[in-house]
């Protein structure tokens, strides 16, 4: 079976590499290996939605079963921001850092029980002929009140796992893909991969 990934960020790639490259009889294509492909605008309402668009637009250009994801990090004290626009929170040309700072400016004087939040992660599978199959995962944690750590990217320096002790950004990538919410949405995802092919 192939199975194109559709995204262009190599850290995602990485991630989905890492749990899927010993299933037997599965080729992943990168995005990048498919020739103009369409740009797909992430206008849904929720993370599904996103996720859904994603890969049944991939999948339909290409002919082939994509997989895709919509992830964000969901605040408590924000109602929920930056959710389904986490990539894009802030000034069109923000960095990962810009946007890290924001955050933490947004919640400046928010107590530290105040400042739950969690990582959420949709994967879709999509099929040219329109079905889609959805896996999720979350993980729970806090947002600390400065950026700690050189691994991971996006929110992982300020989102702080208190039962461990650390930024998602102070973590290896072998600890982070045992308890993140990609992982867990992987995990799951492997699953329902395995039931398709």
């Known amino acids: 079976m192939k199975l194109v990934l559709a995204t262009n960020n190599r850290n995602k790639i990485r991630e989905i ?3 899927f490259s010993d299933i037997r009889g599965l080729t992943l294509i990168p995005l990048s290996n498919i020739p103009n492909p369409p740009e ?3 206008d849904g309402a929720t993370f ?3 996720a859904a668009k994603k890969a049944l637009g991939i999948a339909r250009f290409t002919g ?7 992830s964000g990090l969901v605040v408590d004290a924000l109602d929920g921001r930056p959710g389904i ?3 894009r929170y802030g000034k069109a040309d923000a960095t990962d850092k810009d946007r890290n700072l924001m955050l933490l400016e947004e919640l400046q004087g928010i107590r530290p029980d105040k400042r739950s939040a ?4 949709v994967i879709a599978f999509a099929f040219p002929d329109g079905k889609c199959f959805f896996s999720a995962g979350r993980c729970d944690g806090m947002i600390a009140d400065s950026m700690r ?3 991971g990217f996006g929110y992982d320096p300020i989102f702080y796992l208190p039962e461990i002790g650390k930024t998602m950004a102070e973590l290896t990538l072998e600890e982070k893909n045992k308890i993140s919410h990609r992982a867990r949405a992987l995990g799951a995802a492997r699953e329902l991969l395995l039931s398709l092919i």
Do not use: P, Q, T, Y
């Open 118 to 121: 969690r990582f959420v992660c």
């Open 149 to 151: 750590g050189k691994h």
């Open 64 to 70: 082939l079963a994509s997989m895709a994801d919509d």
């Open 17 to 19: 590499k890492d749990k």
């Open 40 to 42: 797909i605008i992430e």
């Open 85 to 87: 626009l986490s990539a």
């Open 48 to 50: 599904h939605e996103n």
